[in-house]
C-alpha cells in the first residue's frame, strides 16, 4: 500500500505554498497518496485548527502521516513537533495544534532538528514536509529529533454545572456554514439557552423551518447553534467565548 500523507494548513490555494510542500513531499516519497484535508482555515486560528486535527487524524489508517500547519509563530523559538500516537504519525508546529495525539496514553514527541537552510517562514515546506517524507518512508520518529518533554497541550474547555443545576457551557469554534460548535455534549430532551433564547435541541436541521433557530448534535456529538439555510453565528452575533447553557 502506498504511504498515505495528509495536509491540513491556513494557507489557501492561491499562493502555491501547498504545492511546494507537495513538490517536497512526492520528490522523497515518489508514488506516496497526498490527501488535502483543507488549506481553507482561517488564518493564525490554532485552535480550530487543533479541533479539525481531532475530527480526523484517526479515521485514516495506522502509518498515516499527517502534517498539520497553522503557524502563527513561525521562525520563532516554539518547537516542531514530530509525533508518533496511536499507530499514526502527526508533524506540526508545538502550538496546541497537535494537541489530539498528545492525549492519547503511550505518545512517542520529538522536537524535530530545524536545517540550517530552512526558511525562517515557511517550515511546511522546509521542515515538516522533510520530516513527514521520512516518516512514510519508515524512519522511526526518534531519528528526527531529540525527545520533546513539555510539548504544548490545548484542551477543549468543560462545561459546569451551576446552582440551577443547569450545565453552563461555551462556543467553541464558528464553521464554514456558521454553526456554532459548543463544549456541550448533546442530549435528547434537553434545551439549550443561547442570547437570550431557549430552543430545543433538534435531531436534524429538517425539524427546523426556513430561518429557524434551533440546536442540533453535530456529527461529534456535541452541541451545535444552527439556523436552517442560514448563519447562527452572524443572526446571533455570536464569536468563541460566547456562554450557552443547557438546561
Same mark, same amino acid.
Given at each position: 500500500m502506498a504511504p498515505i500523507i495528509t495536509l491540513l494548513t491556513d494557507f489557501g490555494t492561491a499562493d502555491g505554498y501547498v504545492g511546494e510542500m507537495k513538490g517536497v513531499l512526492l520528490t522523497e516519497v515518489p508514488g506516496a497518496t497526498v490527501v488535502d484535508i483543507s488549506h481553507e482555515l482561517p488564518a493564525h486560528e490554532v485552535e480550530i485548527g487543533r479541533l479539525t486535527v481531532a475530527r480526523y487524524w484517526r479515521r485514516f489508517p495506522p502509518g498515516t502521516v499527517h502534517v498539520a500547519v497553522v503557524d502563527p509563530g513561525v521562525g520563532s523559538s516554539r518547537a516542531a513537533l514530530a509525533i508518533q500516537s496511536d499507530g499514526r504519525f502527526l508533524v506540526g508546529p508545538d502550538n496546541g495544534l497537535l494537541s489530539p495525539a498528545l492525549l492519547i496514553g503511550g505518545a512517542r514527541v520529538v522536537a524535530l532538528s530545524v536545517p540550517t537552510h530552512a526558511s525562517a517562514t515557511f517550515h511546511g515546506r522546509d521542515v515538516f514536509a522533510p520530516a513527514a517524507a521520512q516518516l512514510a518512508r519508515g524512519v522511526e520518529v526518534g531519528a528526527l529529533g531529540s525527545p520533546a518533554n513539555d510539548p504544548i497541550v490545548?484542551?477543549?474547555?468543560?462545561?459546569?454545572? %451551576?446552582?440551577?443545576? %443547569?450545565?453552563?457551557?461555551?462556543?467553541?469554534?464558528? %464553521?464554514?456554514?456558521? *454553526?456554532?460548535?459548543? *463544549?456541550?455534549?448533546?442530549?435528547?430532551?434537553?434545551?439549550?439557552?443561547?442570547?437570550?433564547?431557549?430552543?430545543?435541541?433538534?435531531?436534524?436541521?429538517?425539524?427546523?423551518?426556513?430561518?429557524?433557530?434551533?440546536?442540533?448534535?453535530?456529527?461529534?456529538?456535541?452541541?451545535?447553534?444552527?439556523?436552517?439555510?442560514?448563519?447562527?453565528? %452572524?443572526?446571533?452575533?455570536?464569536?468563541?467565548?460566547?456562554?450557552?447553557?443547557?438546561?
Amino acid at each position: 500500500m502506498a504511504p498515505i500523507i495528509t495536509l491540513l494548513t491556513d494557507f489557501g490555494t492561491a499562493d502555491g505554498y501547498v504545492g511546494e510542500m507537495k513538490g517536497v513531499l512526492l520528490t522523497e516519497v515518489p508514488g506516496a497518496t497526498v490527501v488535502d484535508i483543507s488549506h481553507e482555515l482561517p488564518a493564525h486560528e490554532v485552535e480550530i485548527g487543533r479541533l479539525t486535527v481531532a475530527r480526523y487524524w484517526r479515521r485514516f489508517p495506522p502509518g498515516t502521516v499527517h502534517v498539520a500547519v497553522v503557524d502563527p509563530g513561525v521562525g520563532s523559538s516554539r518547537a516542531a513537533l514530530a509525533i508518533q500516537s496511536d499507530g499514526r504519525f502527526l508533524v506540526g508546529p508545538d502550538n496546541g495544534l497537535l494537541s489530539p495525539a498528545l492525549l492519547i496514553g503511550g505518545a512517542r514527541v520529538v522536537a524535530l532538528s530545524v536545517p540550517t537552510h530552512a526558511s525562517a517562514t515557511f517550515h511546511g515546506r522546509d521542515v515538516f514536509a522533510p520530516a513527514a517524507a521520512q516518516l512514510a518512508r519508515g524512519v522511526e520518529v526518534g531519528a528526527l529529533g531529540s525527545p520533546a518533554n513539555d510539548p504544548i497541550v490545548r484542551r477543549t474547555p468543560e462545561p459546569h454545572r %451551576d446552582t440551577s443545576g %443547569d450545565l453552563v457551557g461555551e462556543a467553541i469554534a464558528v %464553521d464554514r456554514f456558521g *454553526n456554532v460548535i459548543t *463544549n456541550l455534549v448533546g442530549m435528547r430532551g434537553g434545551r439549550v439557552v443561547v442570547a437570550g433564547r431557549e430552543i430545543p435541541v433538534r435531531r436534524t436541521y429538517a425539524e427546523l423551518e426556513t430561518g429557524e433557530v434551533g440546536a442540533v448534535v453535530g456529527s461529534t456529538g456535541l452541541i451545535e447553534i444552527v439556523v436552517r439555510e442560514g448563519r447562527a453565528s %452572524d443572526i446571533l452575533a455570536l464569536t468563541r467565548g460566547a456562554t450557552i447553557v443547557l438546561r
